[in-house]
Structures are given as structure tokens and as C-alpha cells.
Nanobody, 116 residues
Framework: QVQLRESGGGLVQAGGSLRLSCAVS????????MGWHRQAPGKERELVATIPDSGRAYYADSVKGRFTISRDEAKNTIYLQMNNLKPEDTAVYYCNLAFSDSRAFWGQGTQVTVSS
């Protein structure tokens, strides 16, 4: 069973930075993509960033140039570096993995709150 656990969320001032981490356990062979989503109160969950196993990263227009997704395979950890945070970035952030057999796994989410 694959399990994802996010950390690094919290309260930050506008213009500040946070790095979210997602520790992955279990059998992670045959991963096709990894990504981060977020969901603000009253809004649908939206894609923030994703990267195929052997492809180019994609970013939502709202975070392009500010956020960076990466993975440390040795540590089995996915990161989301968030710079120049804005109040509209406030949301619960979820990491996820997708596998070549169409399985998908999600973390429990971590709250990011950006104050003005």
C-alpha cells in the first residue's frame, strides 16, 4: 500500500516562501507522474503542478514562475517550493502519485495560509 504524508505547511506572510514535502512509503515502482493539487474553501480542487516520470513539469498559470516541483528519489520525497506567496495561495495542498496501471494515491493534505 502506498502512503503519502505532506508536511511543511503553515502560516506565512505574503511574499514569503514555504517548501512542502511529501514523504512516500510503499511500492513506488511504475510511477507515471507526480503532482501537487490544492483546494481552497468553497472551491474545487485544482492542479498546481505535475511532472511525468520522464517529462517536463507543468504548472498552473497562477503559480508559474513562483512554484517549483521536484523529487528526491533517494529519499522518496516530493517537494513543492513556493516562493513569493500570495493570499490567494491559501489552501489545503495535496500531493499525489499516479501509476502506469491508472492507480492514484493522495496525501491527507497540509494547510497553507498566507496573510496579507
Amino acid at each position: 500500500q502506498v502512503q503519502l504524508r505532506e508536511s511543511g505547511g503553515g502560516l506565512v506572510q505574503a511574499g514569503g516562501s514555504l517548501r512542502l514535502s511529501c514523504a512516500v512509503s510503499g511500492d513506488t515502482t511504475c510511477i507515471s507522474a507526480m503532482g501537487w493539487h490544492r483546494q481552497a474553501p468553497g472551491k474545487e480542487r485544482e492542479l498546481v503542478a505535475t511532472i511525468p516520470d520522464s517529462g517536463r513539469a507543468y504548472y498552473a498559470d497562477s503559480v508559474k514562475g513562483r512554484f517549483t516541483i521536484s523529487r528526491d528519489e533517494a529519499k522518496n520525497t516530493i517537494y513543492l517550493q513556493m516562493n513569493n506567496l500570495k493570499p490567494e495561495d491559501t489552501a489545503v495542498y495535496y500531493c499525489n502519485l499516479a501509476f502506469s496501471d491508472s492507480r492514484a494515491f493522495w496525501g491527507q493534505g497540509t494547510q497553507v495560509t498566507v496573510s496579507s
